[in-house]
């Protein structure tokens, strides 16, 4: 079975292209997404959050803003949430992979935020990174509420866009229309047998 690894910075359109991934018969697994599910309210990584972090969850539900305002100041309590996390979401993958397999599946997406950051390239068969010009990234990002600065923030963070294009294996361009997504996504598709 086939590993695609998909990455790309915040708001460069990871889980559009997913979606299309998947409309073709990929699918894909979401880091963020199960992050997400893990953070809800009294999710599995809840208690080890509020142990780390005291004052960030109250009656089970964490204050996402204020966890991320804790982290994006200090390196150190980043790392300090990555090491519950991670193991998390690594368990999470490998149940969806074991699904898959047993579905037959000849590949599947792996939405990986951090796929080179984390040193997980060679987890995958082909990496592919999602990306935009700057200020169309920008721009997306600030409809989900976040201020720029933060967005600068968060951005700063991740490996620069140019670092990761140049370690993928294909580069899916979305500032552009849909449909131009969607024909880069289908070529890679046909490229790889799918």
């Known amino acids: 079975m086939m590993r695609l690894g998909l990455t790309g910075g915040i708001g460069m359109g990871k889980s559009t292209v997913a979606a299309m991934f998947a409309a073709r018969g990929v699918p894909g697994f979401n880091a963020d997404e199960e992050v997400h599910r893990l953070q809800a309210p009294n999710g599995a990584a ?3 959050i509020n142990a780390a972090f005291p004052g960030t969850v109250t009656a089970g539900v964490l204050d996402r803003a204020q966890l991320r ?3 994006l100041a200090d390196p150190a309590r980043m790392r300090d949430l990555e090491e519950i996390m991670h193991p998390l979401v690594r368990a ?3 149940a969806f992979l074991a699904r898959a397999e047993a579905e ?3 590949a599947v997406l792996l939405d990986i935020p951090l796929l080179f950051e984390g ?3 060679a987890a995958v068969n082909k990496a592919i990174i ?3 010009p700057r200020e169309t990234q920008i721009a ?3 409809q989900r509420g976040l201020p720029r600065a933060q967005i600068e923030a968060i951005i700063a963070r991740q490996m620069p866009d140019a670092q ?3 370690l993928a294996d294909y580069v899916v361009e979305t500032g552009g229309t849909l449909a131009e997504t969607e024909a880069q996504v289908h070529a890679i598709i046909k490229e790889l047998g799918l």
Request: net charge positive.
């Open 164 to 166: 990761k294009r140049a």
């Open 69 to 71: 305002a804790l982290v």
């Open 104 to 106: 037959g599946r000849k």
């Open 140 to 142: 997306r990002v600030k």
């Open 92 to 94: 999470a993958q490998a």
């Open 46 to 48: 809840i208690p080890a």
């Open 119 to 121: 040193g997980r390239k």
């Open 130 to 132: 999602v990306s935009c």
